[in-house]
């Protein structure tokens, strides 16, 4: 204490060029003067982090077990915090050893050492208080979507196929598919949108489905919710909102964004989905009933998802209502009503559904 007594002294008659050269003399005696000192606070800081980090480890270890995505930043928390809580510990145990009297250098290295990271420590201790520590996977939902009720018509495949074409094709970025109400067009999307995560053709998958007058706000949050983008529909302005979600996908290496469900044209720029220039990893796949939406939205290739054919009616019908479609009494009838959903899925599979088990009635 003496020599930053004496340095004090010094200092004060204080021009403004010796306080430049003076106080970072001061900061450097204290090194070797205050390294216990600093050592002690340090240790005792850390050990102030050990509640914080239990608590954010405790809240990883549930959002892991919901398969969520742990956000980056807590991840680097949590492993800074690590490390420091080690450090302490390594620069105390130093302390406690021999270090002698007379160690200059030791006792400076050692002072300087620990009063860094109690700096650091009183930024990590600052910077734990995450309001949430991970984000739902979409991706991982996408794929654990159950094959189960999905038939592969011969013209469910061959829009799929068609569809997994253009997604390979590097030339082309946006892509429109197009097919009347019912004939399958949101059930063959979340099929693509496992197909492509399971192939890997895409690192992230979102698919979005718009309601018939969407608000920009709500498109920008489904799909940055997924990324871990934090957009809530109430906050920011919509072009605010559009360069945070540019940027987020501009950042990911490979994005498929699946708009499901458009009635008219969307301007993407105004969501924030960056075009073909600004990102060539983001490819864009939307729905619509009208072939129109495909002209307004630019589509590069154009899709159709077309009904099944008779055969395939019946398959599905078939397979919807069970084995009473082939009792005498109803075979016929069940055959006519195949016949009269046009090919529409979504017919064949309510009238499918309808008569199972129904015998009964007969
Ligand atoms: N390939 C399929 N296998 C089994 N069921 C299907 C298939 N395609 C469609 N369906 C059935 O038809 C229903 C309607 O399909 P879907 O919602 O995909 O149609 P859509 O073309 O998206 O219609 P909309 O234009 O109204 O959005 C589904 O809920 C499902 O029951
Ligand atoms: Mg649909």
Known sequence: MALLAIIGIVIQPVTEVSKYVLVPIKQQASYFICYKKYVHNLKKEAEKLEPGINDVRGRVEVAQRNSEVVLGEVERWLSSVEDIIKDAQRLDNQLQGNIRCFDLHMRYKLGKEAKKKIDTVNGLQRDGNFSSVSYPNQNTSIESLPDGDFYKSESIESSMKQVMDALKD????????????????????KQVAKLVKRERLYEEVVMVTLPHNPDLKRIQ?????????????????ISMRACKLSERL????????????????????????????ECKGCNIIFTTRSTEVCDA?????????????????????????GGIVDTPTLHDLAWKVAKESGGLPLAIVTLGRALRNKDQLV
């Open 170 to 189: 590097e030339n082309i970025n946006i892509i429109g598919v197009f097919g009347m109400g019912g004939v399958g067009k949101t059930t063959l999307m």
């Open 221 to 237: 949050s489904d799909i940055g919710d997924p990324l871990g983008l934090k957009m809530p529909p109430e906050e920011g302005d």
């Open 297 to 321: 939205m630019e589509s590069q290739v154009r899709i159709a998802v077309n009904v099944l054919s008779e055969h395939d009616s019946w398959s599905l019908f078939r397979e919807k209502a």
């Open 250 to 277: 501009r950042q990911g290496k490979n994005v498929l964004v699946i708009l499901d469900n458009l009635w008219g044209r969307l301007e993407l720029a105004d969501v924030g989905i960056p075009n073909r220039e």
